[in-house]
């Protein structure tokens, strides 16, 4: 359920006032624990965000940076979110960090519990790669499943993908959806309404009861 909208005149806002909660949550963690667990999302809207995270003062060689979900294809590909990732926030005073890929090797199914999950949502209703038409959907929002990652390919979606399923994601101290645009306001007040979660499989995630904190700007 989403807890609390955080709404933002610019995408500069959005990205300063997100990565600087994000880094109050991590260096908690690092007090707490001595480490800290950041799972973050790809597409094109965290590139911002990532740049101003990357210059946070905290103890980045204390955090372990994953994806919530990737794209099968090579870290050279321009559709890969490790390259995202490795270019836009494993730099600046972040490239202390250390970075699990989910796709290729890394253990990434042994990460978990996270200190803080970043979520996308696209305008079909997906979030991480809970694609609606998803051929692993049931299997990865089935809340007690045991499961951890799954591959999930879908009609429209062009290469097959690996995501963390829904209680691995759920299972943070911070869980965030970024989200900017009116479109997607558009699509997140429908994903709000009734209907089918397998139409828009960000529901599993609005109908669970950890709380979300929502980032929003136009
Ligand atoms: O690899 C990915 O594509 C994602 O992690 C995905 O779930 C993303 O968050 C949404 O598709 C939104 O993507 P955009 O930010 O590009 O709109």
Redo the contacts with the bound molecule.
């Keep these: 359920m989403i807890a609390e909208r955080k709404l933002f005149e610019s995408k500069k806002k959005l990205a300063m006032g997100l990565a600087a909660d994000v880094a109050a949550y991590l260096s908690n963690a690092i007090t707490d624990r001595g480490k800290a667990l950041l799972a973050v999302?790809?597409?094109?809207?965290?590139t911002l965000f990532f740049n101003f995270l990357a210059r946070a003062k905290i103890d980045w060689a204390h955090v372990t940076v994953t994806l919530?979900?990737?794209?099968c294809v090579p870290e050279t590909d321009e559709r890969s979110?490790a390259k995202l990732v490795r270019e836009n926030l494993l730099e600046a005073n972040a490239a202390a960090a250390k970075f699990v890929p989910l796709f290729g090797k890394g253990n990434a199914d042994k990460l978990g519990p996270f200190d803080v999950v970043i979520?996308?949502?696209?305008n079909d209703g997906?979030?991480?790669?809970f694609f609606p038409g998803g051929d692993h959907l049931a299997e990865a929002l089935e809340l007690e499943g045991s499961k951890r990652i799954l591959t999930m390919s879908a009609p429209g979606v062009p290469e097959k993908r690996l995501t963390f399923t829904l209680p691995v994601l759920l299972d943070s101290g911070f869980l965030a959806l970024h989200i900017e645009g009116a479109e997607k306001q558009k699509t997140l007040a429908t994903a709000e309404g009734p209907g089918p979660v397998k139409d828009m499989p960000i529901r599993a995630v609005l109908r669970a009861r950890e709380p979300v904190v929502l980032y929003w700007c136009p």
């Design positions: 999302s790809g597409g094109t809207t965290p919530v979900d990737e794209r979110n979520l996308g949502m696209g997906h979030t991480a790669s």
